[in-house]
């Protein structure tokens, strides 16, 4: 009797276990539902249509349109990826949740780029990511920081002056043809050198104060590696598969980030030298003041390998977003005259002809900032935000978001959406201005755009990269008149097929407009 009992009570048991799976199972997955998204094949997800159809960013936009969703979830290998152009949803995942999504994804193209997660930006959340965010913040980017560096920009600001007057000069054959992209890099990299390295160039540079080979190579591989950081590498998704670099993602990287090393390492490596030897007596830039920060007990902060990759960071955190919003802000203005002379009209109130914009000059200069903005929204340099990790299970907007999903904010999915912005594809300043005339930010916390983000992986660097992003506009405004080519009747604003760059880089003619003296300070 006994043992009758026994396979009939485990019987019995399996019975109720399967029943309660076949009648739970639709209920538990609706609770746990995804968002809406393409279905995958076993281990590899979407990845094969994600390699079908390249590039990538335009691949997961078009799946959105075609399931008419502002949130999906596609499979790469092991990652469900989630992007997003909703703001409410936005809104949830950096404010609401915040916590939840404030990791980086740990990849391949991540691991590189911050030499084994020694940065701030790229590292997944954890003390390291704190110790570099504070360090940032309260050593590098923080207000009284940015004034004892004012100088440096400032000498970097009258030096793009220098440059984009002998180009007009020396150009004359060219009637003053610029090339606004080559410009607007090589001021935001001559910044960043000089604050961090006290100098302008790696090399010679040349005669006309524009950028030496040294300098051209600098810039070309920090973009390198900006296009390659969580570009939808295979190995990104499918670690076993690093090896094998079927892509090239790998070697690229490689190479671009050897490239910059060869040029910072060298300049590191002898300051420290320096410092050991009581050869330096004063900081006099950011690479100072890395090296000589303390911990409690008086020992460096950082080590070398620290200091070196988060400068390679910082440099890569400054050189694309004022560069590519100027260069596309100028040729929606060039051909939209109207709102040039608007700016142009706000710069004659401010500045005047008889000086060159200063920093002070900023605050009043709304309009000027609003195009600024008005470029960040509708023409942001990447499709995406930085991937932010979730690090537990969490549902947003009712979706299941399991825990180690890369949450993608669309930047021009948010900034174009047509539920959130009136006629999204037309370069209109005027809607940033505020109607009781407080001041234009070019930061929105908001999430209706993104252009610095939020939260607590929100942009650190604000306020250098606003005062970069409005220097360099207002200085090339303010300094020339600028005017489509002869027999071009207007600046072709096709955006390039394989990013959000214009795709063919901005050469327009420049015309001194300031009081000859100006230029003649400049020591031209
Ligand atoms: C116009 C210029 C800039 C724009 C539009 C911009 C935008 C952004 C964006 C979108 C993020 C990602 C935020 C997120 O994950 O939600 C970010 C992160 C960051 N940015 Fe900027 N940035 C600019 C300039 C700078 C500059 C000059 C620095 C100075 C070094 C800087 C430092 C950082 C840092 C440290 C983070 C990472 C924060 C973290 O992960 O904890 N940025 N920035």
Redesign the pocket.
């Known amino acids: 009797m006994e043992n009758n009992t026994i396979p009939l009570a485990i019987l019995i048991a399996v019975l109720l276990v399967i029943t309660t799976i076949i009648f739970e199972w639709p209920c538990y997955m609706k609770r746990r539902k995804l968002p809406p998204g393409p279905t995958g094949i076993p281990i590899f997800g979407c990845l094969p249509q994600m390699l079908l159809n390249k590039p990538t960013f335009r691949w997961i936009h078009s799946v959105m349109d075609n399931m008419n969703t502002e949130i999906a979830c596609i499979r790469l290998g092991g990652v469900h990826v989630i992007p997003v152009t909703s703001p409410e949803l936005a809104r949830e995942f950096?404010k609401k949740q915040d916590s939840t999504f404030?990791s980086?994804p740990d990849c391949m193209s991540g691991r590189l780029s911050s030499n084994g997660y020694l940065t701030?930006?790229?590292?997944p959340m954890g003390d390291q990511?704190k110790k570099?965010?504070k360090v940032?913040?309260t050593n590098?980017?923080s207000p009284a920081k940015h004034n004892w560096l004012h100088d440096k920009r400032m000498e970097e600001a009258d030096n793009l002056i220098r440059y984009v007057y002998n180009q007009c000069k020396n150009s004359l054959e060219a009637g003053g043809l610029v090339n606004v992209r080559i410009a607007a890099q090589q001021y935001c990299g001559n910044v960043?050198r000089r604050l961090i390295f006290n100098k302008k160039h790696f090399g010679n540079g040349k005669e006309d104060g524009g950028p030496g080979p040294e300098e051209v190579e600098h810039v070309a591989a920090l973009f390198t590696i900006l296009t390659y950081i969580y570009g939808f590498s295979i190995a990104d998704y499918i670690p076993w598969l690093e090896i094998f670099d079927f892509d090239d993602h790998k070697e690229i990287l490689k190479k671009a980030i050897a490239n910059i090393t060869k040029y910072h390492d060298p300049e590191i490596d002898d300051r420290i030298q320096m410092w050991g030897k009581g050869m330096i007596a004063m900081e006099e830039d950011i690479l100072d003041v890395l090296i000589n920060l303390k911990d409690s007990k008086g020992a460096p902060l950082l080590t070398i390998e620290e200091i070196k990759a988060l400068i390679v960071?910082?440099m890569l955190?400054?050189v694309?977003?004022?560069s590519n919003?100027i260069e596309w802000a100028l040729a929606e203005m060039i051909n939209q005259p109207e709102i040039l002379k608007r700016a142009l009209e706000e710069l004659e109130i401010v500045v005047g002809r008889d000086r060159l914009v200063q920093e002070s000059d900023l605050t009043y200069l709304k309009y000027v900032k609003a195009c600024a903005k008005e470029t960040?929204r509708i023409h942001?340099?990447?499709p995406f935000?930085?991937?932010?990790v979730s690090m537990e299970d969490a549902t947003v907007g009712g979706y299941f978001i399991p825990k180690g999903s890369h949450v993608l904010?669309s930047?021009p999915g948010l900034g174009r959406n047509p539920r959130i912005w009136e006629e999204p594809l037309k370069f209109k300043p005027e809607r940033h201005l505020k109607d009781d005339c407080s001041d234009v930010v070019?930061t929105d916390s908001d999430l209706r755009m993104?252009?610095?983000?939020?939260?607590?992986?929100?942009?650190?660097?604000?306020l250098?990269?606003?005062t970069?992003?409005t220097m360099l506009f207002a200085r090339l405004i303010h300094g020339f008149s600028w005017n489509a080519p002869p027999d071009v009747p207007n600046i072709d604003l096709t955006e390039s097929e394989g990013d959000l760059l214009l795709a063919k880089p901005l050469l327009a003619l420049a015309k001194p407009r300031l009081s000859e003296h100006v230029y003649q300070q400049l020591g031209n």
């Open positions: 950096l404030a980086r701030a930006v790229l590292t990511w570099m965010r940032l913040a590098i980017l960043i960071e910082i955190a400054t694309d977003n004022p919003a960040f942001p340099i990447a935000n930085v991937p932010h904010l930047r070019l993104l252009s610095f983000s939020t939260g607590r992986r929100g942009c650190a660097g604000v250098l990269g606003s970069m992003t």
